[in-house]
């Protein structure tokens, strides 16, 4: 029997203050009941079913299942069987929190309803990570009831735990085959020989919720004078060993920010990673950061639970924020751990594909409404959600076929030497990226060298190629090249970019359209994914609002028809390509771009003319090569929009900048376009929206990421945010 795929949407329902914050309406999930078949598709044999308490008891004595009954009878069609899940995070609906007296009976009271509601589901998690979420609402303070104390956490802890023993107890008098599927964050804590106690405390601690329920937390189990100190009664701790209540299915959750390291040279680190135990104070940082040795992660956790419990195991959570081929790689690398734990002859059940629409601002821990998004195996920027290459990952792993994508040959970004931010314990472990390259024309040109930088960050293979390498009009010399490298995929930044010159250069349509066709010919041919890009110049400014994909394309100047005459080829000849509109870019690592030209000339004190009638899309160039790349790794093809999204003149964009930088403003000179000396035409107004999917930031967020890097942070530190 293969290992099984399951799912699940990221379905936190947690409270801060006074407000609830919902994951599933912000991802659409709650709205779109074709979710469920796109979930089926994938081959997922079980859906970890959000059948929240909070979202189905809102107010007292009142059950509303118009949500979840339509939603469980489609999975009964669909035949995929559901995990149902009661709380998520929470601390329950208002009237009740994770230190209530009461909160243990009031769960079981809401299990008991959904089970006779639903008798036929076969599998329930009561509370998912009750140890992780009693940490955080008592311990630490992030959610509600934001306790700070152990007697709080061990409170929350026990009441969860309770309420899982009254909850299963309630349903299994429904159902009395009912499965309790128990999930738990099991980070693992490495240190300093200095901090040695703290981090076996901190290891024993990851497995208090387990160890409860089946029974193992006795006089002398390690946790006991802990527990009894900070406010369990012996009664209480008792009646988990006279009572246990063990996880048909023990559910791992592991994620690279659990897996820490302590460091009591606080020195080494910012404050903000520096704490203590009223012992000794110490810096908490990622083990990943530090770690010479590369983290086991999701083997080692496996294969320490089986051993120490004896009991069925599966990863019930599997989810990376990051880029779309780091995610392809967490993914991979957790089910050929399940593989391998299995092959030992340990019973290992499932893989789940978890935050399979995405989530929303985990990067604040859900305390704030910032909108950060992290797509997951659909893309719910796009209506309807586009799917992305983890989902054509998950499907080939559920059907038992050999993942194919070419993304997948280099490690992952914790299993490299840049991973390291600070002094590294122990030797350092890296591996090395492999597999078949892309291949990045344009060496010269500002978009070549960021695609180039940005690879380079994201752990995927590449050669970038001057003409002499590969003069992409050149038939013989594309073949030729292809031959050498054999690349998987084609980034084609090159190309003619003097606007004014292309009115009377005979050389620009050389690089504009021949160049872009002979590419596509040769991979279509091939079967080599081709990325290129048009320009925005491709529009006459003849509407109000921004242009979408499918606008109709009328150009003004040479250089516009140029781009356009190349996309209808490309496309023509290969209907599988990449084909990117964008617009002026500006970025940290050249010096020719308005943006940075602008602000130079501020500095210096003098006067900078900017058009005030012609509006445009400005894009940082950071943004956008991440973009692209994301869209040519899903297998994206046809034309899209990539800009940031916002519109501005010329001359605002100088504005932004100025404030932005603390310069003078008043120095910036809006003046007519036609003022300025240009020789071709430009469209009154060209900037761009998509249709197909907002895949890219605000101007506003892009210009701030650009302004921090001209003040001092570095390039680098621009990349940073994809990679953690």
């Not at 009646?239 to 302590?262: A, K, W």
């Not at 599966?314 to 990376?320: C, G, Q």
């Not at 983890?390 to 194919?404: E, F, H, I, M, S």
């Not at 001209?710 to 940073?720: T, Y």
């Amino acid at each position: 029997m293969r290992i099984e795929l399951w799912a699940g949407p990221e379905c936190t329902v947690n409270r801060v203050g006074d407000r609830f914050k919902d994951q599933l309406p912000a991802s659409g999930f709650a709205h779109r009941i074709d979710d469920l078949d796109r979930l089926a598709s994938l081959g997922a044999t079980r859906l970890r079913f959000p059948l929240v308490w909070e979202r189905t008891e809102r107010e007292r004595g009142s059950l509303d299942w118009t949500w979840s009954d339509p939603r469980i009878a489609r999975l009964r069609e669909l035949n995929v069987r559901p995990i149902a899940g009661l709380l998520h995070h929470g601390s329950g609906p208002a009237w009740t929190d994770l230190l209530d007296p009461a909160f243990p009976e009031l769960l079981a009271e809401y299990a008991a309803a959904a089970a006779q509601r639903y008798p036929d589901i076969d599998a329930w998690t009561p509370v998912n990570e009750p140890l992780t979420t009693a940490r955080f609402s008592g311990l630490y303070g992030v959610w509600y009831p934001h306790r700070r104390d152990d007697e709080s956490f061990v409170r929350a802890l026990l009441n969860e735990l309770r309420g899982t023993q009254l909850a299963m107890r309630a349903i299994r008098k429904v159902n009395p085959r009912a499965q309790l599927v128990q999930t738990e964050d099991l980070g693992f804590a490495t240190s300093s020989p200095r901090l040695a106690y703290q981090a076996e405390f901190e290891n024993l601690r990851r497995w208090l919720s387990f160890d409860l329920l089946t029974g193992r937390v006795d006089r002398q189990h390690g946790m006991w004078k802990y527990l009894r100190k900070h406010g369990a009664s012996e009664q209480e701790l008792l009646q988990f060993q006279r009572d246990p209540c063990p996880p048909d299915i023990v559910g791992i959750n592991s994620y690279l920010t659990s897996e820490r390291h302590l460091d009591e040279r606080v020195e080494l680190y910012p404050p903000h990673y520096v704490g203590g135990n009223g012992r000794d104070a110490y810096a908490d940082v990622e083990a990943v950061r530090v770690s010479g040795a590369i983290i086991g992660s999701f083997e080692a956790r496996l294969r320490e639970t089986s051993q120490r419990y004896g009991l069925p195991v599966a990863i019930t959570e599997v989810h990376l924020g990051c880029t779309r081929e780091e995610q392809l790689r967490w993914l991979h690398q957790a089910w050929r751990a399940a593989e391998n734990v299995r092959m030992e002859g340990r019973d290992v059940r499932a893989v789940t594909c978890w935050a399979a629409f995405g989530s929303f601002d985990w990067t604040s821990l859900v305390t704030r409404d910032d909108g950060h998004y992290e797509p997951g195996l659909w893309d719910v920027r796009s209506d309807p959600p586009r799917e992305t290459a983890l989902a054509g990952l998950a499907r080939q792993l559920a059907n038992g076929q050999a993942p194919t994508h070419p993304a997948l040959d280099s490690p992952g970004w914790w299993q490299r030497d840049h991973r390291i931010k600070f002094p590294p314990t122990g030797r350092l472990q890296a591996l090395p990226a492999r597999g078949r390259p892309l291949l990045i024309t344009g060496a010269t040109g500002t978009l070549g060298r960021a695609f180039a930088r940005v690879c380079e960050e994201r752990g995927l293979r590449y050669h970038l190629l001057h003409r002499a390498d590969m003069d992409v009009a050149d038939p013989a010399s594309v073949e030729a090249a292809l031959e050498h490298w054999q690349p998987w995929a084609i980034v084609n930044t090159a190309g003619f970019v003097r606007v004014d010159d292309a009115e009377d250069d005979a050389r620009q349509w050389r690089e504009n359209v021949t160049g872009p066709q002979v590419l596509a010919q040769a991979c279509a041919r091939q079967g080599i994914k081709l990325l290129s890009f048009s320009s925005d110049l491709v529009f006459d400014g003849g509407k109000d609002q921004p242009y979408v994909e499918g606008d109709r394309a009328a150009p003004l100047n040479a250089y516009g028809r140029a781009k356009r005459e190349a996309e209808r080829r490309m496309l023509a000849f290969y209907r599988g390509a990449l084909v990117v509109r964008t617009a002026a870019f500006f970025g940290p690592w050249d010096q020719h771009n308005f943006v940075t030209q602008a602000l130079a000339a501020l500095r210096r004190g003098e006067r900078w003319q900017a058009a005030q009638d012609q509006w445009v899309s400005p894009t940082y160039v950071p943004d956008l090569a991440h973009g692209a790349l994301d869209l040519l790794i899903d297998g994206e093809s046809g034309i899209w929009h990539l800009a940031n999204r916002g519109a501005v003149s010329w001359s605002q964009l100088a504005c932004m900048a100025a404030e932005g930088a603390r310069l003078d403003a008043g120095l910036v000179q809006a003046v007519p376009g036609a003022s300025l000396g240009w020789v071709a035409r430009r469209p009154r107004f060209s900037a761009l929206a998509s249709e197909r999917g907002l895949v890219m930031p605000t101007l506003e967020e892009g210009l701030s990421r650009y302004l921090a890097a001209c003040a001092g942070q570095g390039a680098r530190d621009i990349l940073e945010p994809a990679l953690s």
